[in-house]
């Protein structure tokens, strides 16, 4: 199952979950999607996450069972998910203009998407939180534009 409603161009800002790779093509938690357009993701723009993200302190986490949302789409559910809350929401009050998922859910569920007929094993993996990256995806390639280490790591 695709995710529905995907432009075929997206920006967004992520947590990178490597410990996913074996169930996910590109595993993340999205903190902030859609963000601004490819062609507004200038150097100030970055030096200013780069700042907000250098006073973001490293956690862990797990991943902890598949969840599904309504539409179908199976993730991996990491506890706790209120670091990831508070980061998304302080970057949505910062960029009021990009609200994640552009305003249409109601809550912010952290989760990472696994692929069709993926089946975790041997869960909870834990997971090391470090940094964010900035992304841009386009007709399915997936850039790393950027990234951003969280304070001291």
Known sequence: MTQPNLP???TGIVVPV???????????VTLLA????????????RTELR???AHVEPFDCA???VRTFPAGIRYL?????????AITKALAARY???PPYEGAFDDIVPHVTIDDGAEPEGLPWRVHVAEAQ?????????????????AAA
């Open 134 to 150: 900035l992304v841009h995806t386009r007709d399915g390639e997936w850039e790393v534009v950027d990234r951003f280490p969280f």
């Open 51 to 53: 700042e907000l993200f």
């Open 8 to 10: 075929p161009e997206i």
């Open 34 to 45: 859609p963000f601004r357009p490819r062609h507004r993701l200038d150097e100030a723009l």
């Open 77 to 85: 559910a990491p506890e706790p998910e209120e670091p990831f809350q």
């Open 63 to 65: 991943l902890v069972e």
């Open 18 to 28: 490597p410990e996913a790779a074996s169930v996910a093509a590109h595993p993340h």
């Open 96 to 98: 009021p203009d990009t």
